[in-house]
């Protein structure tokens, strides 16, 4: 089975600091990762995503993730951040049954100025 | 072009009613997702659905919830006999016909409340 885990629940950083995010991933198979962003009482918008090739992977926003196959991990980062990024972020993965994603419990992140 | 939307945006049900939730994928896209958010919790698969065929369940729960997707008109995620534990945020995601790994784009979702 799939599973997908984010290593902190809330990330609490300074305006302009620099932030990661982060994402452990466990499949048996080929496995595509994603990062969606949910502002408050809003959807989940994709900030990018791991399919194969490349493992820096280059998102909206200036973010940016890097897939570690082993470490099976999938880490999000932004050298520096601003209030508008303070929302929760949600690691995915899929590819091991199709159409379906498996989502991280969810990250908090919240931009103090 | 209209992204994924999803009506009612919020919904109040007294237990035992029955809710229906709405979702109209963006244009162009024949596959259809439909996930739950519990308070605190990150977003769990239900059902996975293309026009007129359930492809994969198995995040349904086996009894009240059921799940449409038809030849015109937007899929429904029913829920009968509704009970306190069913209040969530139901997301409804869509695709284009293709591959596994396209992306899914999610609606504002539907704030269900259990009274």
């Known amino acids: 089975a799939q599973s997908v885990t984010q290593l902190d629940s809330q990330v609490p950083v300074f305006e302009e600091a620099p932030v990661e995010l982060r994402c452990n991933y466990s499949?048996?198979?080929?496995?595509?990762l994603f990062w969606y962003v949910q502002y408050p009482n809003q959807g989940l918008q994709l900030l990018l995503k791991y399919l194969s090739g490349s493992t820096l992977v280059k998102g909206i926003n200036g973010f940016e993730a890097e897939f570690n196959k082993s470490q099976t991990s999938f880490h999000l980062r932004k050298p520096s951040v601003h209030i508008s990024d303070t929302a929760e972020y949600f690691c995915a993965a899929g590819g091991t049954s199709y159409g379906k994603l498996t989502f991280g419990q969810g990250t908090i992140l919240t931009v103090h100025p | 072009n209209a992204g994924v939307m999803q009506n009612p945006r919020h919904l109040v049900r007294r237990r035992g009613q029955e809710a229906r939730l709405r979702c109209s994928p963006m244009k162009g896209h024949s596959h259809v997702y439909w996930y739950r958010q519990l308070p605190e919790e990150g977003l769990k698969f239900m059902v996975y659905?293309?026009?007129?065929?359930?492809?994969?369940e198995s995040g349904m729960p086996k009894e009240r919830f059921s799940a449409e997707f038809p030849k015109e008109g937007p899929s429904i995620l029913r829920i009968q006999q509704v009970v306190r534990g069913d209040s969530a945020a139901y997301f409804c995601?869509?695709?284009?016909?293709?591959?596994?790994?396209?992306?899914?784009?999610f609606g504002p979702g539907t704030r269900l409340t259990v009274l």
């Open positions: 995601a869509s695709s284009p016909p293709g591959r596994v790994t396209d992306t899914q784009y």
């Open positions: 659905l293309q026009k007129e065929n359930i492809i994969d």
């Open positions: 499949s048996s198979v080929s496995v595509y």
